[in-house]
């Protein structure tokens, strides 16, 4: 946990290490980077408005070499930040004010992910020129890795398991991100958009990843 507000973080540690988690808390976003880097956590829960380096420069840094799944904390609540935060690689967004039990119910959501990838058997997906290192959880084209998040990795995964056919958002919204799909969530729509650009700039043809509108997403193998 990235936090600075001592209450609210004492209160966090204190509900979390009651539910079993070990829970390690840092107050400025250089300290918790530096420890988000060192050790392997299952989770990070990061506060955007931090002393020194803000949240989502911290975000930033650590999508630049660790898939670390990340929900941002933040009185910046309008749209326009919750998606700023998708885009550079959260897995969730949680306005602030929020309900502990409402985190918690996300905090499952994301564990529960965490826990089904590490008992997942790894192996190695190919098509074209696009691979994926089950066992790393990293994405290369032509040898060029995709700096994937997480959730990006395992939607991109998905799609790749079952290869031109349409898969729902319902379904994407529990295998992807384990919760139930809400009509007016943007969530999985914004690590569509990510991906796809991604996948864009490593330099795939065409746009592989395609929605189907009223059903849901695709991916095309014959565009690679």
């Known amino acids: 946990m990235i936090e600075d507000d001592p209450v609210l973080s004492a209160d966090l540690l204190a509900y979390f290490r009651q539910r079993r988690h070990q829970v390690t808390v840092h107050r400025d976003g250089a300290t918790g980077l530096a420890a988000a880097r060192a050790e392997r956590f299952d989770l990070v829960m990061l506060d955007i408005l931090l002393p020194g380096l803000n949240g989502l420069q911290v975000l930033a840094e650590l999508r630049r070499d660790n898939p670390v799944p990340v929900i941002l904390l933040s009185a910046l609540g309008d749209e326009q930040d919750r998606i700023t935060g998708l885009v550079r690689g959260a897995d969730d ?19 529960r992910r965490v ?10 997906q190919r098509a074209g020129g696009l691979t994926l290192d089950g066992t790393e959880q990293r994405a290369f084209y032509n040898g060029t890795p995709l700096a994937l998040t997480t959730s990006e990795f395992r939607l ?3 799609l790749l398991e079952q290869p031109d056919q349409v898969l729902s958002k319902a379904f994407l919204y529990q295998s992807v991100l384990h919760r139930g799909y809400g009509r007016h969530d943007r969530s999985l729509d914004l690590h569509v958009s990510h991906l796809r650009r991604k996948l864009r700039d ?23």
């Open 93 to 111: 967004y949680l306005p602030k004010p929020f309900s502990i039990a409402e985190l918690a119910v996300r905090v499952d959501a994301v564990l």
């Open 115 to 124: 826990a089904l990838e590490r008992r997942a058997p790894p192996g190695d």
């Open 156 to 158: 991109l995964q998905l």
């Open 202 to 224: 490593a330099g795939i043809p065409g746009q592989p990843l395609r929605t189907v509108w009223g059903q849901g997403y695709t991916f095309v193998t014959e565009a690679l």
